[in-house]
């Protein structure tokens, strides 16, 4: 493996159908999108560093130079790799904007984790210090190999954002993988850590360094996943994915996270080894879990107890976790895939996460979280204390931190490089994946340079206006995705010559003039949306979709009305859109008490029919809970 020139993307693999363009190479300028970008680095990066300050977890780095981390030493087992993280976030944040301020912040937290660095490169505050646990003596646990991939992943992005930094931050890593790679390798301890992390990590570090040696590491980790190599657990070793094989699994199973890491790591590794049959079971594992274990906001996990996938078709709304981190990873899954293959469903996928799961975490002004992210809220949230870290994952509203705080720094990381998922190239020309107001700049392979910019409202508006701002003496290819939600009248316009086109790309080869346009309109009416039918909890229910977007039914939306379960949907009348908000037609219903929840005949069970609700407007599902304590819901039951 030789080494690549340092490119500003999280993920940059030798081969594939497609290759990224790096965030230098695109800009946002407007729209829904810019909006999150700009409040994630002026407000929520701020908000993350104040908490990681405020709740002792950067102090943990001076603590073990000064030798007090066994008497002192705050936050879980893997509370360091929150620091990596926001490291990450913050260099991806710099490549953005240049910020001069939140560099001389980034510099200033790196000399604080240099300092603790051991003389071996070994790097972690919770073990292997006097008074503490050794080394390595939890993998199943101990998340040190999950600590020190998130801190690889922020030396990528420094070093494809600022290349030659003088930092340190490339050198810490180098030596934390050093240290991996003696520790772990076919010589060293034949274990894997409990939480995939370090194997995606350990690869895009590759592809940075151009050293082989950390390809052939997370190589052998996946390998040893599925051996039972890990203890056994309470919930089982496929909360692991130490059951089975990676080869031999067909569905992604397990703490939902950790699957997705995991994959992620396995098509990394498959890529780079040209490994033809890992891939394909990677493949079939996101093809079963998003047709059978994927929740319609694109969210993923729906146990509880154990942060994981249920089986096939336990989607229950009210019960759903969906963590945030596990949105991320389907992301971080879904693009490499997308990579690989070139299968515009992958970037379906991404965009209704994005959308309806990592837009959804923080508030409106990106100080408080949610952790999961529930389809339906049956009680009024309660207010959490804004002074101290939330205890509950499942928070009833957002809360500012927690004592488990994943979500809000990896929520921060993917919004800081989101525009390296937007366009990718191929030998024939650019490919545009997601809609958003900006330009995206590319140098052929030939060496012509192309400009494309892009106007539009979308996901509120469905018109795609790209015009080419760039002159060629010779063709190339445009390609825009056409979402899988729109098989139905959508259309193509270039030059006044307007087409129908369905789900998949739509690609034009030809020699661009400046000013030449390409409009994709896409379907925006509101719509309903039926599941399938094997999902027991939802049947006789519809959702309401907008094109990407999932909207929900909100207390706050209907005076008078405390529970939305009182409410019926009528799906007589399709949704629509009025002064701009989603309405649907309801009629409410006031349900029967009896001493026992169970009767004789149907007409006993029913609620008492009530009045006829016109217009009752739906939020769209990301903006929830930004009104105060409320019921919602999105899976909404039919009036028969």
Same mark, same amino acid.
């Given at each position: 493996?030789?080494?690549?020139?340092?490119?500003?993307?999280?993920?940059?693999?030798?081969?594939?159908?497609?290759?990224?363009?790096?965030?230098?190479?695109?800009?946002?300028?407007?729209?829904?999108?810019?909006?999150?970008?700009?409040?994630?680095?002026?407000?929520?990066?701020?908000?993350?560093?104040?908490?990681?300050?405020?709740?002792?977890?950067?102090?943990?780095?001076?603590?073990?130079?000064?030798?007090?981390?066994?008497?002192?030493?705050?936050?879980?087992?893997?509370?360091?790799?929150?620091?990596?993280?926001?490291?990450?976030?913050?260099?991806?944040?710099?490549?953005? @904007? #240049? /910020?001069?301020?939140?560099? +001389?912040?980034?510099?200033?937290? *790196?000399? =604080?984790?240099?300092?603790?660095?051991? !003389? $071996?490169?070994?790097?972690?505050?919770?073990?292997?210090?006097?008074?503490?646990?050794?080394?390595?003596?939890?993998?199943?646990?101990?998340?040190?190999?999950?600590?020190?991939?998130?801190?690889?992943?922020?030396?990528?992005?420094?070093?494809?954002?600022?290349?030659?930094?003088?930092?340190?931050?490339?050198?810490?890593?180098?030596?934390?993988?050093?240290?991996?790679?003696?520790?772990?390798?076919?010589?060293?301890?034949?274990?894997?850590?409990?939480?995939?992390?370090?194997?995606?990590?350990?690869?895009?570090?590759?592809?940075? @360094? #151009? /050293?082989?040696?950390?390809? +052939?590491?997370?190589?052998?980790? *996946?390998? =040893?996943?599925?051996?039972?190599?890990? !203890? $056994?657990?309470?919930?089982?070793?496929?909360?692991?994915?130490?059951?089975?094989?990676?080869?031999?699994?067909?569905?992604?199973?397990?703490?939902?996270?950790?699957?997705?890491?995991?994959?992620?790591?396995?098509?990394?590794?498959?890529?780079?080894?040209?490994?033809?049959?890992?891939?394909?079971?990677?493949?079939?594992?996101?093809?079963?879990?998003?047709?059978?274990?994927?929740?319609?906001?694109?969210?993923?996990?729906?146990?509880?107890?154990?942060?994981?996938?249920?089986?096939?078709?336990?989607?229950?709304?009210?019960?759903?976790?969906?963590?945030?981190?596990?949105?991320?990873?389907?992301?971080?899954?879904?693009? =490499?895939?997308?990579?690989?293959?070139?299968?515009?469903?992958?970037?379906?996928?991404?965009?209704?996460?994005?959308?309806?799961?990592?837009?959804?975490?923080?508030?409106?002004?990106?100080?408080?979280?949610?952790?999961?992210?529930?389809?339906?809220?049956?009680?009024?949230?309660?207010?959490?204390?804004?002074?101290?870290?939330?205890?509950?994952?499942?928070?009833?509203?957002?809360?500012?931190?927690?004592?488990?705080?994943?979500?809000?720094?990896?929520?921060?990381?993917?919004?800081?490089?989101?525009?390296?998922?937007?366009?990718?190239?191929?030998?024939?020309?650019?490919?545009?994946?997601?809609?958003?107001?900006?330009?995206?700049?590319?140098?052929?392979?030939?060496? =012509?340079?192309?400009?494309?910019?892009?106007?539009?409202?979308?996901?509120?508006?469905?018109?795609?206006?790209?015009?080419?701002?760039?002159?060629?003496?010779?063709?190339?290819?445009?390609?825009?995705?056409?979402?899988?939600?729109?098989?139905?009248?959508?259309?193509?316009?270039?030059?006044?010559?307007?087409?129908?086109?369905?789900?998949?790309?739509?690609?034009?080869?030809?020699?661009?003039?400046?000013?030449?346009?390409?409009?994709?309109?896409?379907?925006?009416?509101?719509?309903?949306?039926?599941?399938?039918?094997?999902?027991?909890?939802?049947?006789?229910?519809?959702?309401?979709?907008?094109?990407?977007?999932?909207?929900?039914?909100?207390?706050?939306?209907?005076?008078?009305?405390?529970?939305?379960?009182?409410?019926?949907?009528?799906?007589?009348?399709?949704?629509?859109?009025?002064?701009?908000?989603?309405?649907?037609?309801?009629?409410?219903?006031?349900?029967?008490?009896?001493?026992?929840?169970?009767?004789?005949?149907?007409?006993?069970?029913?609620?008492?029919?009530?009045?006829?609700?016109?217009?009752?407007?739906?939020?769209?599902?990301?903006?929830?809970?930004?009104?105060?304590?409320?019921?919602?819901?999105?899976?909404?039951?039919?009036?028969?």
């Amino acid at each position: 493996m030789s080494g690549t020139v340092p490119a500003a993307a999280p993920v940059l693999p030798i081969r594939g159908r497609l290759r990224p363009v790096g965030l230098d190479k695109v800009r946002i300028t407007g729209g829904f999108w810019a909006e999150r970008q700009s409040i994630n680095g002026v407000a929520t990066l701020e908000h993350i560093e104040h908490w990681l300050e405020r709740e002792g977890w950067i102090r943990n780095f001076d603590l073990a130079v000064q030798g007090d981390l066994s008497r002192e030493r705050r936050g879980r087992e893997f509370s360091d790799s929150e620091i990596y993280k926001f490291l990450e976030a913050m260099a991806w944040e710099i490549g953005r @904007t #240049g /910020d001069a301020e939140l560099e +001389t912040r980034l510099r200033a937290i *790196v000399r =604080r984790v240099a300092a603790a660095q051991e !003389s $071996d490169g070994y790097l972690n505050t919770r073990f292997g210090r006097p008074g503490q646990a050794p080394r390595w003596s939890d993998l199943e646990w101990g998340h040190e190999l999950y600590c020190i991939g998130h801190l690889l992943q922020a030396a990528v992005a420094r070093a494809r954002t600022r290349p030659g930094a003088d930092d340190g931050l490339l050198d810490i890593a180098r030596r934390a993988a050093d240290n991996v790679c003696e520790t772990f390798g076919p010589d060293g301890i034949d274990g894997l850590c409990g939480h995939p992390e370090i194997e995606p990590a350990l690869v895009e570090f590759a592809r940075v @360094t #151009g /050293d082989d040696r950390y390809l +052939t590491q997370a190589a052998l980790f *996946v390998d =040893r996943r599925g051996h039972g190599r890990l !203890s $056994d657990v309470e919930y089982g070793r496929e909360y692991f994915q130490d059951e089975l094989p990676v080869r031999q699994a067909t569905v992604l199973r397990g703490h939902a996270v950790r699957a997705n890491y995991l994959a992620a790591g396995a098509t990394d590794v498959a890529v780079e080894l040209k490994d033809a049959s890992l891939l394909e079971a990677v493949r079939n594992q996101w093809k079963n879990a998003v047709a059978r274990r994927t929740y319609v906001t694109g969210g993923q996990g729906s146990r509880h107890q154990d942060e994981a996938f249920g089986e096939d078709w336990l989607l229950a709304p009210d019960r759903a976790y969906s963590e945030t981190c596990a949105g991320v990873g389907s992301v971080m899954l879904a693009w =490499r895939l997308l990579l690989a293959d070139g299968d515009p469903r992958y970037a379906d996928l991404i965009e209704r996460t994005l959308f309806n799961v990592v837009s959804t975490s923080p508030s409106a002004d990106g100080r408080s979280f949610f952790y999961t992210n529930t389809l339906h809220r049956r009680e009024l949230g309660t207010l959490p204390d804004a002074d101290r870290p939330s205890l509950r994952a499942a928070a009833s509203l957002r809360a500012p931190w927690f004592e488990v705080s994943c979500c809000p720094t990896n929520v921060a990381r993917t919004l800081a490089s989101l525009t390296a998922y937007i366009a990718t190239f191929d030998d024939e020309g650019l490919q545009l994946h997601q809609y958003m107001p900006g330009t995206v700049e590319h140098r052929l392979a030939d060496g =012509r340079d192309v400009c494309v910019s892009i106007a539009t409202d979308y996901p509120h508006d469905g018109q795609i206006r790209v015009r080419i701002d760039s002159d060629d003496d010779s063709p190339w290819s445009l390609s825009l995705r056409v979402p899988g939600w729109a098989a139905q009248g959508a259309t193509v316009t270039i030059d006044g010559d307007s087409r129908p086109v369905g789900p998949g790309f739509v690609t034009e080869n030809r020699t661009w003039r400046r000013g030449d346009e390409v409009v994709l309109s896409l379907p925006m009416a509101p719509r309903f949306t039926y599941p399938d039918a094997r999902i027991d909890s939802v049947r006789g229910c519809v959702a309401v979709e907008r094109g990407p977007l999932v909207f929900a039914l909100e207390s706050v939306d209907v005076p008078g009305v405390d529970s939305v379960d009182e409410l019926r949907v009528d799906t007589s009348q399709p949704p629509r859109l009025v002064d701009g908000r989603v309405t649907v037609r309801c009629r409410r219903v006031h349900p029967q008490d009896h001493g026992w929840p169970y009767r004789p005949d149907a007409a006993g069970a029913a609620p008492i029919v009530g009045e006829v609700l016109d217009e009752v407007a739906l939020v769209e599902y990301h903006a929830w809970a930004n009104r105060g304590p409320s019921t919602m819901r999105v899976w909404l039951p039919m009036d028969r």
